[in-house]
């Protein structure tokens, strides 16, 4: 079994920062594709930014210039730096891993969630 597990949500003033991570453990033979995603209140969850294996990056235009993403091969971590923080990021975020275990095949995992809200 994997699991993964976040840290890092809260509440932040706009213009502040937070940064997320989220931790994978369990039958992990390798981790492909790591990404962040996220859901308002009433909105579909979307892909907020996710980083390969071999480090290639991709964000979503709303986050380009403010969000980092990063990985930690070793630790099998990932993370997201969120700077310059908008009321419209308030959201809960979801930690997505692409992993390889072995025998069982290569599957998505989803972490329990982060609640992050930005407001004065």
């Known amino acids: 079994q994997v699991q993964l597990v976040e840290s890092g949500g809260g509440s932040a003033q706009p213009g502040g920062s937070l940064r997320l991570s989220c931790a994978a453990s369990?039958?992990?033979?390798?981790?492909?594709?790591m990404a962040w995603y996220r859901q308002a209140p009433g909105k579909q969850r979307e892909l907020v930014s996710d980083v390969t294996s071999g480090g290639s990056t991709r964000y979503a235009d709303s986050v380009k210039g403010r969000f980092t993403i990063s990985r930690n091969n070793a630790k099998k971590m990932v993370y997201l730096q969120m700077n310059s923080l908008k009321p419209e990021d308030t959201a809960v975020y979801y930690c997505?891993?692409?992993?390889?275990?072995?025998?069982?095949?290569?599957?998505?995992?989803w972490g329990q969630g982060t609640q992050v809200t930005v407001s004065s």
């Open positions: 369990g039958n992990i033979f390798r981790v492909y594709n």
């Open positions: 997505n891993v692409e992993i390889w275990g072995g025998l069982t095949g290569t599957y998505d995992y």
